[in-house]
């Protein structure tokens, strides 16, 4: 199948950039992939996306390098619906997109299949980025398959089986004292800074265009409609970004009636959640978080390069942000393991904490059609804080 991508173009300046240029724009704005949709729109119906494989490069035409591409199988994860947890919370409809069941156990397979594909395509022989745990276990397992070096920045205080992993597949891992802007300003700073390619959230375009297939998938799954509420753990926040895109082009294409989208909610620790503080003061550009604490590592994230994009997506949508406390994500956890059969991550027990929060408030009703994800695998993750094993 082929692709159908021909342009970048800055999120900021508007400057269209050719596909050579990759990383961020001159004027500092994030690069977005940008597609042929007539054309795509040709082969690219309901009836030929059945037809098609279970992965989700289903969605050939609108993915980047999609022609040959480094996979391992990744999408077309179940969306299940939540019928204990839905009586619990008297909602009617409540879905959770299950992103344990990719490979490397995160939906960061998503966006580092396309993107080692784009950095072996144009040539790459070492690719490098910072990394709260999964998104560097994903980026060493694609490199893995695609024969390239590759050099993750973690902090320090990750938990030990992402590192057992990233060894496993050959990753060169520099362990940094601090958070994940540390280990993008230790991995900056290396002497081998511009020998590789630059995998860092937002510095470079095709990860984001992995993630956005969470909404083609969304909608497919419930028969090309869209849910009326979409509860997001928003750490750099390309899949909210990703799939606030997809539901443009998806309307584009004509798979999805022109109408109102999806309420983009980003959920955030409260130990850090630069993008809800943002939301609650009214501004467009997060500031930075000092000292972040949380067990959900994927939210340990002080300062979102794209935190001006997540939150564009969330006012136009009629969304909101919010903060969970590590407690109610420890709750959601066990509620998803006891009520559910899902053994989630801390962020997918966030994305239920705050569908609890905000349905109590009156901020979610009843009566929406709401997805929640899990994002991860709860295996990597070595407490549930509250939770004894004894
Ligand atoms: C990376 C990560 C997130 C946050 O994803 P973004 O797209 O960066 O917002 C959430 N949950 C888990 C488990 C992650 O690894
Ligand atoms: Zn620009």
Redesign the pocket.
Known sequence: MTSCLEWLECSRCGAAVSLEAAGVCACGGILLARYRLDEAGRTMTRASIASRGPTMWRYAEVLPGSDDPVTLGEGMTPLLRLRFIERELGAQAIWLKD?ALEPTG???AR?MAPAITMARNAGARRVALPS????GSAAAAYAALAGLAVDLFLPADTPEPFFLEAAAFGARVHRIAGDIGACGRAMRAHPDAGRWTDLS?FREPYRCEG?KTLGYEIAEQLGWTLPDAIV???????????MWKAFAEMESLGLVPKGPRPRMIAVQAEGCAPIAGAFASGAAEPAAVTAPFTY????R?PA?LAGSL?LAAVHASNGCAIAVSDREMARGQVDLARGEGVFA????GATLAAARALLAAGLLLPSERIVL?N??TGLKVPSIPGLSTS
């Open positions: 992103e995160s939906f960061k966006g709260a745990g999964n998104a959230t993630k997001y753990p928003a750490g750099g926040g390309t899949g909210l970004v990703g959900a590592c994927g939210l994230v979102p997540v991550c801390p962020e997918g994800f994002t991860a």
